[in-house]
């Protein structure tokens, strides 16, 4: 995991722009030796990576603990519960994550447990954290994708950049090539949706993370297969 000090809270008479916040992302797994499961800690305003875990053999109720203790940790350092935002993929393997939740009580979780918000008309069952659907996808990988080039957005894992390099265009979607994986890009694809939910309560957000209208390098190529 990177560690970096957190960013002390401003005293109360500092203006509320200028308070740093945490969004913590998981992307669950089974945790039986394939596919890792995945956590992106990220500060905003500033779209900075500030830590990252990742185990593929770590099983779903200690993942969630992992979070937990990650967001106390940030409590700890000094960052208001008010400051910390947590959530995780909820698809297929996601609602045992959700369960296991429940299991420890959100009012034991130090933060903020962020949802996408409810669709008008969607009778799909609703759940907590954020579902990924093929749409949802190509429109974060591609926000994703904008933001790195215009330097919106931080990276300081190695192995997040790795991950990001084999991250490619497979038809009409996005994936890792054959033999990598992805659960780091997809965990921090996670963290950028967190981000799109909160700019609209945190108007400073959108300076960071509208898309530029000039580039200051050619964007980046996308490998077709």
């Not at 499961?37 to 109720?61: D, V, Y």
């Not at 979780?109 to 990924?132: A, C, D, M, Q, W």
């Not at 990988?141 to 950049?161: A, Q, W, Y």
Request: charged share 25%.
């Amino acid at each position: 995991m990177i560690r970096r000090p957190p960013r002390s809270t401003p005293k109360p008479s500092s203006a509320a722009s200028d308070v740093y916040k945490r969004q913590v992302g998981l992307d669950p797994s089974l945790g039986t030796g394939g596919d890792p499961a995945a956590i992106q800690i990220f500060e905003i305003p500033t779209m900075e990576q500030i830590g990252e875990w990742s185990h593929n053999k770590t099983p779903i109720p200690q993942q969630i603990r992992i979070l937990v203790d990650i967001c106390k940790y940030l409590h700890d350092e000094g960052v208001d519960n008010m400051n910390i935002y947590y959530s995780m993929e909820n698809n297929t393997i996601g609602e045992a994550a959700l369960q296991s939740v429940a299991e420890v009580g959100e009012e034991n979780i130090p933060g903020i447990f962020l949802s996408e918000p409810k669709v008008h008309g969607n009778s799909r069952l609703y759940r907590r954290g954020y579902n990924t659907t093929h749409r949802s996808k190509i429109s974060i990988c591609s926000k994703f994708k904008t933001l790195i080039e215009t330097d919106k957005v931080k990276v300081n894992s190695k192995m997040l950049v790795s991950e990001m390099k084999s991250f490619i265009a497979a038809g009409n979607s996005f994936k890792a090539k054959a033999g990598d994986t992805d659960d780091l890009v997809m965990s921090t694809l996670l963290v950028m949706r967190m981000a799109q939910t909160l700019k609209n309560y945190h108007p400073e957000l959108e300076t960071y993370i509208r898309d530029g209208d000039e580039f200051d390098q050619e964007p980046m190529p996308f490998i077709m297969i």
